[in-house]
């Protein structure tokens, strides 16, 4: 419930009228004037809010993602923030609010303004002390609460406020009549801004009105609030004041070095007081103009307290080994803590070493409850501050690396794993450090489908530590490798020698990563049943020891054999993008299940971007596969051949021979649709593909039915794969000659020529993508390509060329 927005009528009014007028509103005023409270009471009928706390936000990219975290979006890898935020908000009927922003400071103005610019409904508030100075921008004032001259009746909202504000603190009750003098006194002091009438009014409660100070400024409020306190909670005060984020009980305790119980107390008389308050978590934070000056009044003594008390509790919460952690970790209410903890303890040559500890053994709860973001934000700090011990060094760069890979894209982490390998040359053991940065690299190879080099970084790690845990989790990863290729019988292989590790508390992943791809095995040989029974088990298992990463993978696999499994409840914009991904592409099936073709064809193309910006191979194979057969379903059977032949080409250069068989299928089915002959030899090529590895049909290859020819055509395989020709003779299939003449757009593509046309109509980029089915993403994707080949750089080039070429 929101606290009374007393003698605010007519601002509230100004800002109504404002919101309606203008999509910009910006609301200005001195620090404690109540700008968020008015701004709460003018918005608490709106449907959609995004609500930001600026307050402690200094640098422009840090606004702009809060901003996206707000908004349940983010960038995806090579995406700029402000872009991001510009597709988050467009067409959305959301309210941006930036609550206590530096407008000066970040410069976010002409960024806000370009936002506007670029979309439709985008609407944001910003509450600041200055004004941005932007076209867009309306401003509206919020000044001090009138306070009654020294002659004129004791009445309006400064004195209401005043007056239950001592009720509430426990005061005596105030005469109006005889203590005329000393109400008048404090409020005139006030300059009528709220938050000092509310601490002036918590002094008179406690030591009476003709003791309490009369003050011109918050900052000489909160001093005389301070020397009001006994010196536990003086002491409390300040050390609060040194946080920049809200603190749970156990990091309070420790930062003020007393027993849980006694912060308890403190902390409930400095909020009894005005002074800290609680938020919907239960953690406790100050208002900024409060924390600033609490903040300068900290002694040495205070800070060096605060670190050492942070640095304790990190200590106590992380995880005793650096391969234990869960999702579920306590601490992780607190990660604000933790990072000031690692990154304040790293900065410094006398407390790096525990810095580096810390960091290294919190990576395992960061990466299982999928916060990769947050875990390269601490290493890469970490890191940034200095070497620390080498053999903990290589492994926080190595882990850094892994996190840098997931938010950043698939191979931007690997500079971080050369530095690992500059670390391990000083380790105790550089084999077994070499040995676990090579299993890294594998596993990224893995990802983006070079799975020739993924290979042979596993073997390497293998032959570098043979008796060590790291042979298992690359002996996981050629079982996974193995997989993708059709290779059955030696990925079978692979992942029982893996299953060791279910032995050893601090790797039950990998136990359970080999069973999911054991599992897919029996899925791509027509063991469904068999397949079914093990992802259930993987997915209850990774329940159980809160292992949500490989858990959530396994569930994906699960959610397509069987419909009937209740999925998770994720939010899929906070997952990292090589789970994310599959959890999206498993979406679009579920859509397109259902019936639903445009969506699951919108989803799927909004998936092909991110997986090729992210340079995540294997799931951009997957999510062709789902493009393609939504646009058949749509009969859309040009993009559809576009979107299967660039899948195909992938196959071939991955040797990802199941997946072109899948292909294959699809384009069969174009093949029939169109009434070509070859429709039956793309059938039997898919059939030759399978047969030796002794899979069969399922997925989107089960919902075609073309009847397949004797044989496949000789030139189009060779021995169990496709041919190196291969891609080029099934292209040739749905080329056509033409005898137009040539023009400077044949270089398109079918889908940019889709694209180029709809502009030419002037369409909007979200216009074309309703059309095409897919992402206004994918349409900016398209458009680049084009402005690429045709050199030119305006929608307006693009279309005159059009014209011109009609």
Known sequence: MLSPCLGRDDVQRALGEALEESRWVTVVGPPG???????????????????????????????????????????????????????????QDCLLVLDGLDLDATGAGPVLQA??????????????????????????????LPVPHVLAPLEGPAVELFLRRIRSAGGQRVDLVTQAHEVHRLLSATGGLPLLIEQVAVQSALVGLSNAMSTV????????????????????????????????????ARVLDVPVPEAAELAGDLVRRSLLEVDQRGQFDMLSPIRGRARALARPEDRACVDAGLLTWAQAHAPAHDNYGAADAAWLRDLPAMRHAVLTACARPETRAEGYSVANRIFSSLYTSMRAREAVEILEGALASGDGPSDIGAQVARRAGIAASEVRGTYEGLWLLDRADQHASAAPRPEEQLAKTASIRAEMHLDAGDLESAESEARRAISLDPEGSISRQATRTLADLYASQGRFAEATQAAADAMPARISRDERWIDLSARTVLARIALEQGRTAEAVAGARAVV???????????????????????????????VRETLPWAVRLPVLAQDGRDLLLRGEARQAAGLAADVVALADSARLGRDAVEARLLLGRALVQLGDLDQATTTYLTALDSCRVMRLPLRAADVLDGLAAVAR?????????????????????????????????????????????????????????????????????ASVLDTLTAAERQVAERVAHGLTSR????????????VDAHLTHIYRKLDINTRARLAALVVDHR
Not at 221 to 245: C, E, K, N, P, Y
Not at 545 to 558: I, K, N, Q
Not at 767 to 778: C, D, G, H, K, N
């Open 33 to 91: 004037s109540g700008k968020t409270l008015v701004v709460r009471h003018a918005i608490a009928g709106a449907a959609a809010v995004s609500w930001v706390d600026a307050r402690s936000l200094h640098g422009l990219d840090d606004v702009l993602a809060a901003a996206l975290a707000s908004l349940d979006a983010e960038t995806a890898p090579g995406d700029s923030l402000s872009g991001a935020l510009g597709r988050a908000v467009d067409g």
């Open 115 to 144: 936002m506007l610019d670029r979309t439709t409904h985008a609407r944001v508030v910003v509450t600041a002390r200055t004004t941005a100075g932007q076209p867009h921008e309306s401003v509206v004032r919020v000044g001090p």
């Open 217 to 252: 400024s918050l900052d000489q409020a909160v001093d005389s609030a301070h020397d009001l306190l006994d010196d536990a909670s003086a002491t409390a005060l300040r050390r609060i004041g040194v946080l920049d984020f809200p603190v749970g009980l156990e990091v309070l």
């Open 540 to 570: 209850l298992e990774a329940r159980e020891l809160a292992e949500d990463r490989v858990g959530l993978l396994a569930e994906t696999l699960l959610r397509g054999i069987d419909p009937t499994w209740p999925g998770s409840d994720v």
């Open 673 to 741: 649709a169109r009434e070509l002959p070859e429709a039956r030899s793309l059938a039997a090529a898919a059939f030759a593909l399978r047969a030796p590895r002794m899979a069969v049909r399922w997925g989107y290859s089960a919902d075609f039915d073309v009847v397949a020819a004797s044989r496949a055509p000789e030139a189009w395989i060779d021995g169990d794969d496709l041919s190196a020709d291969a891609v080029g003779l099934v292209t040739a299939v749905f080329t056509r000659p033409t005898s137009a003449p």
């Open 767 to 778: 216009q074309i993508a309703e059309e095409l089915f897919v992402s206004p993403r994918t």
